[in-house]
Nanobody, 129 residues
């Protein structure tokens, strides 16, 4: 069983920055794909960013088009933690942000909510205009 816990959400003005953290339990963290998704009121949960393991012990990062150039995903396997650095935030980024973990090898599959077996409780990000 893997437990996933997010932190770092809050209220920020448009143009500001936040960094979300996600810590996962489990000794196989380094082999898991880790993803960030978000869900705004009345909308479906959507892909934001993911980091998946690739050959040669490297990781591939992938970002949704709506956040490219503004958000960065990174991971620290020694701490079983991934991060989502969010810059130039916009009001439309307001949502509950969820971290997820799963045994996923395809970057395409890693964009899909149903590919992930483990989810955190979510952290609220509110961007005021």
């Amino acid at each position: 069983q893997v437990q996933v816990v997010e932190s770092g959400g809050g209220l920020v003005q448009a143009g500001g920055s936040l960094r979300l953290s996600c810590k996962a339990s489990g000794r196989t963290f380094s082999s898991y794909a880790m993803g960030w998704f978000r869900q705004a009121p009345g909308k479906e949960r959507e892909f934001v960013a993911t980091t998946t393991w690739s050959r040669g012990s490297t990781y591939l990062g992938d970002l949704a088009d709506s956040v490219k150039g503004r958000f960065t995903i990174s991971r620290d396997n020694a701490k079983n933690t991934i991060y989502l650095q969010m810059n130039s935030l916009k009001p439309e980024d307001t949502a509950v942000y969820y971290c997820a973990a799963g045994s996923i090898l395809s970057t395409v599959s890693a964009r899909t909510v149903n590919s992930y077996a483990y989810w955190g409780q979510g952290t609220q990000v509110t961007v005021s205009s």
